[in-house]
């Protein structure tokens, strides 16, 4: 049965091997000169007879240094330069109805479970093909080979999330598990997603320069303290042989934490161990509390939705996108305060005027902040190519200058609990599932994602998933506590879409790759979003009358 659903799924989209578009993918221009505001900006917060929703505080709140932005302003105005109050992200106005029926169920099944990141000979042909035989569309800079991010991860994890090769060598990359942002990221709203961090060689070496898995693990658990700024669980370790009090009690002993303590100006500091505490005493490897060490790259899948014979949603083998990000430039704290001065002067002194989107498809776009960001997307018949420069746009947005991110990122500091979660929150998603999962808390206490239902009366931005409407609000519009009950055990009762769902956001996602019009909005769309504005106006206020915070 398995191979009459692929069979017809390759004779209906395509083998899913990586295959030529015709557009010059590196033409430096935008057609949506407002690229970098997503499409969830543009959402109408207002409610008839009912108070506003408010989905923006999540992004746009009171940041935390180094992040100076502070953008609690934005949920209550839609804050836009002239070019924005147009809304382009025209894929959200589409009536998918007709392409929902026409694809059946098995058809996107077979399509979903078949990777288009690794042949069935183990082979990846996105990276053969960037080193081997690159189209000349896809050569940004016109020099005849791929200067940008290869694919180098194998999706093979070990029982402490690191990556291995055939061999049984480290590839570095070591994935992170986390509970998702609240909105666009819960997969009942089309799509799972994973995420993986790499540090330097220096942060994965001993003092002789030898590949550690003990330094880097410990490096890794560090970096965590230092974004979380809390204290890290680690399994016991020697400190006097890496010459750290880890656990910040005056002695160097067994230590089975990373204390977070660092204040310099007071004299408090931390330490990096192995190759990396000696290059931070040559002042080589800067460290700071809310930034990842100079070199610290991301990888991020995004990913269809499975369903198994027993009506369980998972992550599926198909990419919808695998995003890739590099940090490129230390930033100090007095930069960061000095660049979010500047914006603000800007904003102020050129109203109508967008800031450039500084990049390309190779070494990726700018987010002003010392990261750039790259990826691959779905090419119309299923496998993998370079997003284009303004397919890329967006990253910079998401993340640049919103209060919600950390150092350009979020996944770090909604890691799961080392001292509390399996293999201390360091596994990918085909090892163990969220199932089970706790609600995450936020700094009031309350439940995070009870809180953003309330704040928005639904689990998206655009209120339009019925599933989790039902599911949570009686038909006065009021959340069920049982079902809130529910939430504060197990998040994938809000989070997880129901099996007919999660099918129908596969083709309409796959509709978006057919028309490859992912510059128009790449949201898997089952019905016209009507929570949405197709114009805003200047000065515009978006109904919400009180500010909250995401932290």
């Known amino acids: 049965m398995r191979t009459i659903i692929l069979a017809i799924t390759t004779a209906l989209f395509g083998s899913g091997a990586v295959s030529a578009e015709p557009e010059n993918l590196g033409r430096l221009y935008l057609s949506n000169p407002a690229a970098v505001t997503p499409p969830q900006c543009y959402t109408k917060t207002e409610n008839e007879n009912a108070p506003a929703s408010n989905p923006c505080y999540v992004c746009h709140t009171d940041s935390r240094a180094p992040n100076f932005t502070n953008d609690l302003d934005l949920q209550l105005l839609y804050d836009f330069a002239e070019p924005a109050r147009t809304n382009r992200w025209h894929n959200l106005f589409k009536d998918r109805s007709e392409y929902l029926a026409e694809v059946s169920d098995e058809q996107i099944l077979g399509y979903v479970r078949e990777s288009n990141y690794r042949a069935k000979d183990g082979s990846v042909p996105l990276r053969e093909k960037l080193r081997e035989n690159l189209p000349a569309h896809w050569d940004g800079n016109g020099n005849g080979r791929w200067d940008g991010y290869v694919p180098d991860v194998q999706f093979n994890f070990d029982s402490a999330g690191f990556d291995r090769d055939a061999d049984g060598g480290y590839s570095g990359w070591r994935a992170l598990a986390y509970t998702p942002f609240p909105g666009t990221f819960f997969p009942t709203n089309g799509s799972t997603d994973d995420v993986l961090i790499r540090l330097p060689a220096m942060y994965q070496n001993n003092e002789q320069g030898e590949f550690d898995v003990e330094v880097y693990r410990i490096n890794l658990a ?330």
């Open 222 to 551: 560090i970096v965590e303290a230092l974004i979380k700024r809390a204290d890290i669980a680690i399994d016991p370790v020697d400190e006097e042989k890496l010459k750290v009090d880890l656990d910040k009690n005056g002695e160097l002993a067994t230590a089975t934490q990373i204390t977070y303590d660092w204040a310099p100006l007071e004299q408090r500091h931390m330490s990096y161990v192995g190759e990396a505490r000696l290059a931070q005493q040559r002042k080589e490897a800067p460290l700071s509390a809310g930034s990842y060490p100079l070199g610290t790259e991301f990888l991020h899948s995004v990913r269809y939705l499975d369903v198994d014979t027993n009506g369980e949603v998972s992550m599926a083998a198909r990419m919808k996108e695998l995003r890739y990000a590099r940090k490129v430039r230390w930033v100090t704290y007095f930069q960061h305060r000095e660049l979010a001065a500047d914006e603000l002067k800007d904003a102020h002194d050129f109203p109508d005027r967008l800031e450039p989107v500084i990049g390309d498809i190779e070494r990726g776009v700018s987010n002003r902040r010392g990261w750039r960001y790259s990826g691959f997307i779905e090419d119309r018949h299923g496998g993998l190519r370079p997003q284009s420069y303004e397919e890329l746009a967006t990253c910079s947005g998401c993340h640049g200058a919103i209060g919600a991110n950390v150092d350009g990122s979020f996944a770090m500091t909604r890691k799961l609990d080392a001292g509390k979660s399996f293999q201390r929150g360091w596994y990918h998603w085909d090892q163990k599932s969220l199932a089970g999962t706790p609600e995450p808390l936020r700094g009031d206490g309350q439940g995070e994602y009870a809180y953003y239902l309330k704040q928005v009366g639904n689990a998206d931005e655009y209120r339009s998933n019925g599933e989790v409407r039902a599911r949570f609000f009686d038909s006065e519009g009021a959340l069920k506590s049982a079902m809130l009950d529910r939430l504060a055990k197990d998040i994938n009762v809000l989070i997880m879409p129901s099996p007919r769902r999660a099918l129908d956001l596969n083709k309409a996602y796959r509709a978006i790759v057919q028309e490859q019009s992912f510059r128009e909005g790449r949201d898997a769309v089952l019905s016209p979003r009507d929570n949405l504005l197709r114009e805003v106006a200047e000065g515009q206020e978006t109904g919400v009358q009180r500010a909250s915070s995401y932290f």
